[in-house]
């Protein structure tokens, strides 16, 4: 495959990658379809940079979420969510990255269907590389994914470059490198797009684009935690501009300067058997620092509303280790209740606990058990914009995933 420039994870290892020199010794893939929403958990975290923009090749966003949380290492899992803004679904694949720098796909896409947004993936395991000893670049693939069917991730890729080499964007680093934060975007084919977005958008939106997320440094994944990794941001590429679109993308977007980017960190996985468990991941490049708290439906209840965190920055993970003080009753999540993300006294999104869970794939939160809300999409209180860009949501993964 082609060679590229490989910018790592800039990963701070606390105790959640204490253990690197451990190993998976299973590696069976995850057989299954993707949970609509899903999850991991675990305490500790590790530092990991966001996404190289695809058509620049520059840096993108710090994603934050580390705490020397004391826990015991238990079994590796990876959980990767779906949060990018300009894409209703996506298929994601695994490529190995040499001393080299040279980015090799392998494998088939992680799941047999496409990952809608705020679902998630859980991958107790990888097949075809070793964790221990490789380095791991996540590539995304979004569009017209039946075009895919059928193919490996080095096909599917390859297809998704062809629909886009037509016309390279202006400063593009060339038509064929495969990078960490990003392949090559280019061009575009007839005006079919995402989502059904033709016209919304000034320009032919390509039929399929494939990304890269940043490349995760060989050792990464095997230190007995819980991973989660949520892809944000915006893909790009011909087409996909509008009104505001930093507002939905993040800083500094444009079409040909996307801000697809992850951030990883460990999640808690220290239980109390009579409470839930919660952490919150604010994976929205576009909202600023947010507080959450769960309260009743009605403001003229009797019941406070129960605060999760404060002050949770873009690419934080909030509380470390997990708020554990409450009970799922407490929560009001079978109750009607709901959560609310506010900025200082502005409220911003409200959600009902019950949409929530069901995004996650989750009927109720559970006694005994711990779990991370993520906030995703586009500014947080955006309520409407082109089809082809996603909104502001919550979804929830759960600390220990079946």
């Known amino acids: ?24 010794t299973d590696h069976a893939a995850l057989e299954k379809q993707p949970s609509p929403g899903g999850g991991a958990g675990g305490s500790g975290g590790v530092l990991g940079t966001a996404g190289q923009p695809p058509a620049a090749g520059t840096g993108g966003q710090v994603g934050t979420g580390g705490h020397p949380d004391d826990e015991a290492p238990g079994s590796s899992v990876l959980t990767i969510v779906h949060g990018v803004v300009d ?47 490789d380095v791991l670049e996540p590539f995304l693939l979004a569009g017209e994914l039946d075009l895919v069917s059928g193919l490996d991730c080095a096909a599917a890729i390859e297809r998704a470059q062809n629909e886009e080499a037509p016309s390279p964007p202006s400063g593009a680093a060339g038509s064929g490198d495969l990078g960490a934060g990003g392949s090559a975007a280019e061009g575009g084919a007839a005006g079919s797009g995402e ?36 892809a944000s941001g915006c893909l790009g590429g011909t087409g996909f501009s509008a009104a ?75 509380p470390r280790p997990a708020y554990i ?9 079978a109750r009607g209740y709901r959560l609310e993300v506010a900025q200082q006294s502005a409220t911003l999104l409200i959600e009902a606990w019950a949409d929530v869970l069901a995004q996650g794939g989750l009927s109720a939160l559970e006694d005994g058990s ?16 082109p089809v082809f860009w996603n909104l502001p949501t919550v979804t929830v993964v759960p600390a220990d995933p079946k």
């Open 1 to 24: 495959m082609a060679r590229a420039r490989v910018r790592l994870f800039a990963l701070i290892c606390y105790s959640a990658c204490s253990a690197l020199s451990a190993c998976m």
């Open 195 to 230: 989502g059904g977005a033709a016209g919304a958008a000034s320009e032919p939106q390509p039929r399929l684009r494939a990304r890269g997320l940043p490349a995760i440094p060989a050792g990464t994944l095997n230190g007995g935690r819980s991973y989660l990794l949520v």
């Open 87 to 133: 894409a209703p679904s996506v298929l994601v694949c695994w490529a190995t990255v040499a001393d080299d720098g040279t980015v090799t796909p392998f494998g088939k896409p992680l799941s047999r269907t496409p990952l809608e947004y705020g679902q998630s993936i859980v991958l107790p395991s990888i097949t075809g590389a070793d964790p221990a000893s």
């Open 325 to 333: 003080g409450h009970t799922a009753f407490d929560y009001g999540s």
């Open 370 to 385: 711990n779990y991370a809300l993520v906030l995703i999409g586009p500014r947080a209180d955006l309520t409407a914009g």
């Open 244 to 318: 505001n679109a930093e507002a939905f993308c993040g800083t500094g977007y444009s079409e040909h300067q996307p801000t697809v980017t992850a951030t990883f960190v460990a999640l808690s996985r220290a239980t109390s058997a009579a409470d839930v468990g919660l952490q919150v991941m604010h994976a929205s490049l576009a909202t600023g620092p947010i507080s959450v708290s769960s309260r009743p439906a009605s403001p003229s209840s009797a019941e406070s509303p129960i605060s999760i965190v404060r002050s949770d920055v873009p690419g934080g993970l909030l």
